[in-house]
């Protein structure tokens, strides 16, 4: 089955600085590659999300980029701030039809320092 | 429109004892997906279900069980519970559209195994 690496585990940035987050994964049929914050005792929420057919996809201060060649996907933040100290999860599935498991990846906390 | 809703929120348990856990989907989605959380694991994907069909299953042991019902609801059983099992247990719920695999968590239910 799938398999998802995520690294770093823990990730400390001074406000304002920018926060970068890898996943790598293992399935080439993987196709839907989403990334989940969540806050301290929240539920996990979807923050972006990026399809094999894309290369790059942006919000505001957020962007993802996909290497399907590599099997790998990355989580970019830029202009931190302390709100966006959370959990971040990567995740990875065949999605369409009628599979909707992901694959998670274990988490990167991210601190950023006022 | 409300959210996922979980019950109960908070619950403890001695090993040995089952515990069931109720989920309740978005008005409209009909896939329902559970995931155990824990802080060295992430979140691991216990199964899915849509239309009261498990179309999905993790690598969980057979104690973990779980239905879903005509309206959508669903419930997760763990039956002799182990210390192990202690962790924040989160459904979510999708639409069953092709063009987007967002999942839509609930709040969890937090077991704790003594």
């Given at each position: 089955?799938?398999?998802?690496?995520?690294?770093?585990?823990?990730?400390?940035?001074?406000?304002?600085?920018?926060?970068?987050?890898?996943?790598?994964?293992?399935?080439?049929?993987?196709?839907?590659?989403?990334?989940?914050?969540?806050?301290?005792?929240?539920?996990?929420?979807?923050?972006?999300?990026?399809?094999?057919?894309?290369?790059?996809?942006?919000?505001?201060?957020?962007?993802?980029?996909?290497?399907?060649?590599?099997?790998?996907?990355?989580?970019?933040?830029?202009?931190?701030q302390p709100e966006d100290s959370a959990?971040?999860?990567?995740?990875?599935?065949?999605?369409?039809?009628?599979?909707?498991?992901?694959?998670?990846?274990?988490?990167?906390?991210?601190?950023?320092?006022? | 429109k409300a959210g996922v809703t979980q019950t109960p929120r908070y619950l403890i348990k001695t090993r040995g004892q089952q515990v069931t856990l109720s989920c309740s989907p978005i008005s409209g989605h009909r896939s329902v997906s559970w995931y155990q959380q824990t802080p060295g694991q992430g979140l691991q994907f216990l199964f899915e279900y849509f239309s009261e069909t498990q179309r999905n299953k993790g690598n969980f042991p057979g104690r973990f069980s779980g239905r879903q019902f005509s309206n959508s609801r669903s419930e997760m059983n763990v039956s002799t519970l182990e210390l192990g099992d202690s962790a924040l247990y989160l459904c979510a719920s999708s639409r069953p559209s092709p063009d987007t695999g967002e999942l839509f968590f609930g709040e969890g239910s937090r077991l704790t195994v003594l």
């Open positions: 089955g799938e398999n998802v690496e995520q690294h770093p585990s823990t990730l400390s940035v001074q406000e304002g600085d920018s926060a970068v987050i890898k996943c790598t994964y293992s399935d080439s049929a993987s196709n839907y590659f989403p990334w989940y914050k969540q806050e301290l005792g929240k539920r996990p929420q979807l923050i972006i999300d990026i399809r094999s057919n894309v290369g790059e996809k942006k919000d505001q201060r957020i962007a993802v980029t996909l290497n399907k060649t590599a099997k790998h996907f990355s989580l970019h933040i830029t202009e931190t959990v971040y999860f990567c995740a990875a599935s065949v999605s369409g039809g009628s599979n909707y498991k992901l694959t998670f990846g274990k988490g990167t906390l991210l601190t950023v320092n006022p | -």
